[in-house]
Structures are given as structure tokens and as C-alpha cells.
């Protein structure tokens, strides 16, 4: 009988083991599988998001100043923006810029009839130092009555010419002395980010701007020649 009875508790005891196992296993299955599941679901690569172009236009990498952003978000497009004045000669693209239309009525006899620069302007390389009209906003009514003056058609265009250097030059190298057309040395100071010209006369607000011709420096006042001063 005991025997017998050991055999018994035996085959239990192996039936008891088998199915504990059997759950182990299939436990283990589970978890593996729901862990997979899981490395599939967090390691899956996310929908790609189109990028939002920046507000007001782009601002062309070469430009510089603190009002680059300003003039992107003002003329974002079109003839006067950064890439619509790349394709005319600097006389037209200004006069195609909104920011720039007294310096424009200046330079092509609308201010003075004696005074058209527009040939000159167009006919060769220069770097031009472009008042906006703000600029000439904050003269007084009197001066720029005088200016209109055919008698003083000589002084208006050594202002507008003392605002022009010949060549190109960008702002990474434009500080330093330049010899403007109007004869008399201009300085710029600065890194090109934060340029002062006419011997802190204006600010540089956004330079570097591209013409067919030309390399534009928008700037905050107009300049008077040194002799003027």
C-alpha cells in the first residue's frame, strides 16, 4: 500500500510541475509578444511636418542689419522686395521700393528739376547708401524747400553723390573709409550687423541689398558731406 501511495503522490507531483510550467511558458509568451508589440509602436519613425516659412518672407542670408527682418515683413514680395530689386539697375529698383520714395523723387528731377541722376546711377557699379523716407521726413520743411531751388541744384547733388561710393562692397568689408562720388571720404564703423555710417551721422538699418548694379545700405538720416557740416 505505500507503495502504491508513493507512486500516486508521485505522478502528482508530476502533473502539478507540468502545468506550472506550462503557465510559465505561456506567460512568458504573452509578455514577450506584448513587448514587442510595444518596440514596434515607440520606435515607429513620426509623420513628417512641412516647415512654416517665416513670417513676412524670407531674409536673404547675405544681408545685414537690424532691420532686415522689418523690411522682409513690409515689402515680402514683388519688385521692391530683396529678390524683385535684384533684377533692375539701382535707380529702379528704388523706385519700385515703397520705403525709398523721396530718395527716388531726388535723384530723378521730381525734387529739383536740374537735378537727374538716374543715367549716372544705373551706368556703372556703385554702393549706395539709401536715406529712407523717414529720413527725409525728419529735415525740416525750410531745408528741403531750398533743395528744391534750382539755384541750389549743385548742393542737392553733392548730397545725394556723397550718399555713393563706386563699386560694390558688402557689409562684411564696408567699414572703414570710402571715397564717395562726390568727391569726400565717408567712414563706416562697425561690425555688419550694427554699421553706423557718415561718422555716426545714420544707421545702417538693413545692407547688402542686391541691384542689377548695385549693393544698397538702407539707412536712417540723410548724410551731409563733411564740408557741409
Known amino acids: 500500500m505505500r507503495s502504491i501511495r508513493t507512486k500516486t503522490l508521485a505522478v502528482a507531483a508530476v502533473a502539478s510541475l507540468t502545468m506550472f510550467t506550462a ?3 505561456s506567460s512568458d509568451d504573452t ?3 506584448t513587448a514587442t508589440s510595444a518596440a514596434e509602436e515607440t520606435t515607429e519613425a513620426p509623420e513628417p511636418t512641412e516647415e512654416e516659412p517665416a513670417a513676412g518672407g524670407a531674409v536673404d542670408e547675405n544681408l545685414a542689419g537690424p532691420g532686415c527682418g522689418d523690411y522682409a515683413k513690409a515689402v515680402p514680395d514683388g519688385s521692391g522686395s530683396v529678390a524683385g ?3 533692375d539697375p539701382v535707380a529702379v529698383a528704388a523706385s519700385n521700393n515703397p520705403l525709398l520714395k523721396t530718395l527716388t523723387a531726388a535723384v530723378s528731377g521730381k525734387v529739383n528739376k536740374k537735378v537727374d541722376l538716374v543715367d549716372t546711377l544705373n551706368g556703372d557699379e556703385f554702393t549706395v547708401f539709401a536715406p529712407v523716407d523717414d529720413a527725409f521726413a525728419a529735415i525740416d520743411k525750410k531745408t528741403l524747400a531750398s533743395l528744391a531751388d534750382p539755384k541750389n541744384a ?14 560694390q562692397i558688402t557689409p562684411d568689408k564696408i567699414s572703414g573709409t570710402q571715397t564717395t562720388v562726390q568727391g569726400e571720404k565717408l567712414k563706416v564703423s562697425g561690425p555688419a550687423d550694427k554699421l553706423k555710417t557718415g561718422g555716426g551721422q545714420a544707421n545702417v538699418i538693413c545692407g547688402g541689398v542686391k541691384t542689377a548694379n548695385a549693393t544698397v545700405y538702407l539707412i536712417d538720416a540723410v548724410m551731409m558731406p563733411p564740408s557741409m557740416s
Open 23 to 25: 503557465a510559465c511558458g
Open 154 to 167: 549743385d548742393l542737392l547733388t553733392q548730397i545725394l553723390t556723397y550718399h555713393v561710393v563706386p563699386g
Open 31 to 33: 509578455s514577450s509578444d
Open 85 to 87: 530689386m535684384a533684377e
